[in-house]
């Protein structure tokens, strides 16, 4: 058997991870609480550069954490968000509609995507919420639509949806909106970045700092 030299001590690893993200990241721009997010947001992506994209709202970290330590649930796009979510630092359950039994068959009828037919039900549970829409574009209009409409507001939405065609327009959106017209903080990577791994790692930065882990 081939014996290579590596390192395989997990506090180890993540030490030094972090080590090289202060070295490598130009965290300058960011208070305390935003740079454990936006160092999350590196260590998942493998690239410092990402933060250049990286938007807060006034209060957003703040407001998160505090509904993440108050047990705030947790409403997830798509079910690989969900999975990525660290439930050893969540207080709240877990809510992701995607693939319940009804929604592909709402989808079809009403000609939108399943993310938007899957969230028929977020209005139930989208009072005092953490939102973390990782993947869908429509996702995160349809919600901004909802607020307009007059649905209990979230305390916090994480917009991080990837892709080519409607991503960077509905993170603008989010931007533009949310905090001004329906009075709810974001955190939000900007462009055409993003995706479940990215959402999941911020609200896991904020759950671990409502639990008084920092990195």
Not at 48 to 70: E, W
Not at 79 to 107: D, I, K, W
Not at 126 to 155: D, H, K, M, Q, Y
Not at 175 to 185: R, T
Request: aromatic letters at 6%; a neutral charge; hydrophobic letters at 45%.
């Amino acid at each position: 058997m081939n014996r290579f030299d590596y390192i395989s001590d997990p506090v180890e690893i993540e030490r030094r991870s972090f080590a090289q993200i202060r070295e490598l990241t130009d965290l300058s721009r960011f208070d305390l609480d935003q740079q454990q997010v936006a160092m999350r947001l590196v260590h998942t992506s493998g690239d410092p550069g990402i933060v250049a994209d990286l938007n807060f709202s006034p209060g957003s970290c703040a407001t998160g954490v505090a509904a993440l330590r108050q047990g705030a649930g947790v409403l997830c796009d798509v079910e690989m968000l969900s999975q990525g979510l660290s439930r050893r630092y969540l207080l709240g359950e877990v809510h992701c509609f995607l693939n319940a039994p009804e929604t592909a068959e709402r989808a079809r009828r009403s000609g939108e995507t399943r993310s938007m037919a899957a969230m028929v039900q977020w209005p139930e549970y989208l009072a005092g919420s953490v939102v973390a829409i990782g993947n869908a574009p429509t996702a995160l209009f349809r919600l901004l639509e909802l607020l307009a409409a007059g649905a209990p507001r979230p305390a916090l939405i994480v917009g991080m949806p990837v892709g080519f065609i409607n991503a960077a327009e509905s993170k603008q959106a989010l931007i533009e909106h949310a905090p001004n017209a329906f009075s709810v903080p974001c955190i939000v990577l900007q462009g055409r970045r993003g995706g479940s791994t990215l959402a999941a790692a911020t609200v896991n930065a904020l759950a671990r700092m409502a639990q008084g882990v920092r990195s």
